[in-house]
């Protein structure tokens, strides 16, 4: 994007100083921009991460080394809970998709959802019963306070605990009494 915006600077300039310009954003915006993804195309360079399989997941789809041991982490945790049903989120459709669960209901990322908050996803929650959650306390688009969530539901859970980026909670099944 530089190098064209550097052509079309050098065309109203005399011909050597708009050959330099372009040259010298053509060859920064090669320097700089190299490797990187899409999203960050140009602002700075990031060393490229270390790309691993998932083990037992999706048979074998490729992801960075920290999130394939959180990921595994998850997955065993919830394997241990005996977790059949699941809501995640804010923001964390890959929970259904490596984890092969079915999407509870229709909202894939909530900012989307007609009504975001905390209360509105406590509700989603409680609505589905599940055998557990799986809260992302950094997601990328739906900013909420997990603790708020959690202090909205109904019922506390009987397990609680956090790997990475994200806090699983175990809920006793809905037929049992409190």
């Known amino acids: 994007l530089l190098a064209i915006t550097g052509a079309v ?70 394997a241990s809970w005996q977790a059949r049903t699941v809501v995640a989120g804010p923001d964390s459709p890959e929970v259904y998709y490596l984890g092969e669960r079915p999407l509870p209901d229709r909202e894939f990322f909530e900012f989307m959802a007609p009504e975001w908050s905390a209360a509105a996803f406590a509700r989603r929650i409680a609505t589905h019963h599940p055998d557990a959650v799986v809260l992302n306390r950094r997601p990328g688009f739906s900013r909420v306070d997990v603790d708020s969530v959690v202090a909205l539901l109904p019922w506390r859970p009987i397990a609680d605990t956090t790997t990475g980026r994200f806090r699983l909670l175990r809920f006793a099944p809905a037929h049992a009494s409190p």
């Open 9 to 78: 600077l050098a065309a109203g300039l005399p011909r050597a100083p708009g050959v330099a310009l372009a040259v010298a954003l053509a060859a920064w915006t090669l320097g700089t921009a190299h490797g990187q993804s899409l999203y960050m195309l140009g602002w700075r360079y990031h060393r490229p991460l270390p790309y691993v399989p998932l083990t037992e997941l999706r048979g074998g789809l490729l992801v960075p080394v920290w999130e394939a041991a959180e990921y595994e982490r998850i997955f065993g945790l919830l």
